[in-house]
């Protein structure tokens, strides 16, 4: 089993920036993929960003290109979404997750692993 442990989330102001933080524990060497997905209320839960645990391949919604940064730190196995220029519209509870190959990334249920979710609020 992979527990993943969430943290940064907060309230900023639009325009400004924040980090997430995923800390993967467990057989992390089944987990190929790490992955960011957002659901705001009363809406589907969408795609936002993915990594590939090695090689650092990555994968972004068009909502947000140019704007989030997904990493990992293999020493730390740890996965960071970088949110810069935030809009208001970003505003949602983030949600990373992990999956074992490099498949169906952009659809949630393919993953295996979901962390808690940490909530992003983005002021006006």
């Known amino acids: 089993q992979v527990q993943l442990v969430e943290s940064g989330g907060g309230l900023v102001q639009a325009g400004g920036s924040l980090r997430l933080s995923c800390a993967a524990s467990?057989?992390?060497?089944?987990?190929?993929?790490m992955g960011w997905f957002r659901q705001a209320p009363g809406k589907e839960r969408e795609f936002v960003a993915a990594?590939?645990?090695?090689?650092?391949?990555?994968y972004y919604a068009a909502s947000v290109k140019g704007r989030f940064t997904a990493s990992v730190d293999n020493a730390k196995n740890t996965l960071y979404l970088q949110m810069n220029s935030l809009k208001s519209e970003d505003t949602a509870v983030y949600y990373c997750a992990a999956k074992s190959f490099a498949s169906a990334i952009l659809i949630a249920t393919s993953y295996d692993y979901w962390g808690q979710g940490t909530q992003v609020t983005v002021s006006s």
């Open positions: 990594i590939t645990w090695i090689g650092g391949s990555t």
């Open positions: 467990g057989r992390t060497q089944s987990n190929y993929v």
